[in-house]
């Protein structure tokens, strides 16, 4: 499709559980953002990709969260142990990179609602 | 998808008046700036962005506002329309290579168009 493409689109898991979250971004987008949105908040940042490679991991909450993208396209969030708190709308955007080429606009996804019960 | 803004603050706009959403940002750093409108279920959607050497940019039916002494920003929606019912946000940006485009967002404001 023309556009980021998350899946799935909600998640309902137990606290405890392993969670895997894709990202597939707009074809020749190089640059990749997983963000985090709870209810009622603005998207927080949690990584930013450049190709294959993690050139920032600074928004991660804890080494329970991971996240790769191995051949420099789609990418995987990972979330083990998942705890309640967890609980949010996990956002993938793309975008042309670097910003220094054009406006770097971010190209965001529809999301995954993620629910640990 | 999630619902987002049940706890934004909220403007209620009468149809075809014009809206005026602010947003105050923290980093003095910042050199980019980006309004986003979501609406419920989707994922934020660029409106309009403007530099830090700029302090108005006109955009359709759009203006946004850089007040960088006040740490400020503004965006103007003329003839506000009911498809402009959505939470907006703003996000700033500092302009390091290495950083790709990493925004910071503020809290949102959730726009009503009344008919």
């Known amino acids: 499709g023309a556009g980021v493409s998350q899946t799935p689109s909600n998640k309902v898991t137990e606290k405890g559980k392993y969670v895997e979250l894709r990202c597939d971004p707009i074809?020749?987008?190089?640059?990749l953002y997983w963000y985090r949105q709870s209810l009622g908040q603005g998207p927080e940042f949690l990584i930013y990709f450049q190709g294959t490679g993690a050139a920032d991991d600074s928004g991660l909450p804890n080494d329970r969260f991971f996240a790769v993208r191995p051949e420099g396209s789609v990418s995987t969030l990972k979330i083990q142990r998942t705890e309640r708190g967890d609980s949010a709308v996990y956002l993938c955007?793309?975008?042309?990179?670097?910003?220094?080429?054009?406006?770097?606009?971010?190209?965001f996804g529809e999301g995954s609602r993620l629910t640990v019960l | 998808g999630e619902s987002v803004g049940l706890h934004l603050p909220t403007l209620s706009v009468q149809e075809g008046d014009n809206s005026i959403i602010n947003c105050a940002y923290s980093?003095?750093?910042?050199?980019?700036f980006i309004w986003y409108k979501q609406e419920s279920g989707k994922g934020p959607q660029f409106i309009i962005d403007?530099?830090?050497?700029?302090d108005k940019r006109q955009g359709q039916r759009v203006t946004v506002l850089l007040n960088k002494t006040v740490k400020h920003l503004s965006l103007q929606i003329a003839a506000t329309q009911p498809g402009d019912s959505a939470v907006y946000f703003c996000a700033e940006n500092i302009e390091i290579k290495a950083a790709g485009n990493k925004l910071t967002f503020g809290g949102g404001t959730r726009v009503l168009v009344k008919p």
């Open positions: 403007i530099r830090s050497n700029m």
């Open positions: 980093n003095s750093a910042s050199d980019y």
């Open positions: 955007a793309s975008s042309l990179a670097p910003r220094d080429r054009g406006t770097g606009e971010l190209f």
């Open positions: 074809s020749g987008h190089t640059a």
